[in-house]
């Protein structure tokens, strides 16, 4: 296959512009790696026109998708987890250019992990399984049994991939098979859910409350990134502030979730800010001081 594609890739890997290039051949019949394409070549570029282009091929009743990336946007995805696929591309697949070891370079930086980038995404994955499980919550004592168990199947999801990063690795798209491999017991819990015998309400219920100890048990740890952010600074940050933080940029839609369950927890405290109206406050936000 790689043979057949040659034509194609080689006249990538003549430009200077071009960084590395990646096959991936699909292993399966359904390959959702691949999005059942055959194969996949991933291109890496230094800059392009447009941050990312794809382009479709058939060959000897086979398909082919081509991806060209620009670094930046490569390395954003891989930063923040918006496109898990180009992930498991830079780990399972398979070199075939490479200038000056730049692919192989980040490959060792995806299994080192660095903490930085751990952090955040800890905090973005936490933000996420908060704001689930706080509507998950609410549909349960809403007595709305199968919304509560649909949005716990997300909730259990977010505390997956938040296990898989806290070991130290990236969250694949098949990320119950890394959280079989090593967290079972957060495993065990999505068994229990999709599995038990109990009726939906009682597994929803009781999910909830492991769920619940599960995040009470990480809040320092998967918060530190924001925590840090916040304590850049003395002064207390307005929502809108800390919104628009380069930083928090790639949680900022689970942000306000995020702050109510710290507030609630007295890690954070909001403090209140005079307007010009009588009896109504600017709302901001510091980090609790233990006097």
């Known amino acids: 296959m790689e043979d057949v594609l040659r034509p194609i890739y080689q006249e990538r890997a003549s430009q200077k512009n071009t960084l590395g290039i990646i096959i ?3 292993k399966r019949p359904i390959s959702p790696v691949t999005d059942n394409f055959d194969v996949i070549l991933l291109i890496i570029v230094r800059e392009a026109e447009q941050p990312w282009f794809v382009k479709h091929y058939e060959f000897e009743g086979k398909s082919a998708a081509m991806h060209i990336v620009e670094e930046k946007q ?3 995805w891989i930063d923040t987890s918006s496109y898990r696929r180009a992930v498991e591309w830079l780990i399972e697949g398979q070199v075939i250019f490479d200038r ?3 692919v192989m370079s980040l490959k060792e930086e995806l299994r080192n992990f ?3 980038k751990r952090d ?7 933000a996420k399984l908060i704001r689930s499980y706080s509507e998950c919550k609410d549909l349960y004592e809403a007595e709305q049994y199968m919304d509560a168990f649909s949005r716990m199947v997300h909730s259990l999801h977010y505390l997956a991939r938040l296990s898989v990063i806290e070991k130290g690795f990236h969250p694949e798209v098949t990320v119950w098979n890394q959280v079989k491999r090593i967290e079972p017991e957060v495993y065990k819990l999505h068994q229990e859910l999709s599995k038990s015998s109990e009726t939906l309400d009682k597994r929803v219920q009781l999910m909830l409350l492991a769920t619940e100890f ?3 048990s990480r809040t320092i740890t998967c918060t530190k990134h924001l925590i840090n952010v916040m304590g850049a600074k003395d002064e207390p940050w307005s929502y809108g502030e800390l919104m628009v933080h380069p930083e928090v940029q790639p949680y900022s839609l689970d942000l306000g979730a995020l702050l109510e369950f710290l507030v609630d927890k007295e ?5 209140q800010v005079e307007t010009k109206g009588k009896r109504i406050f600017h709302r901001k936000y510091q980090l609790r001081r233990n006097d």
């Open 214 to 216: 599960a995040i009470n």
């Open 100 to 102: 000056n070891e730049y």
């Open 120 to 126: 955040l995404k800890m905090t973005k994955e936490f």
């Open 74 to 76: 490569l390395k954003e």
């Open 267 to 271: 890690i954070i405290e909001s403090i």
């Open 24 to 26: 991936i051949e699909k």
């Open 114 to 116: 660095p903490q930085e």
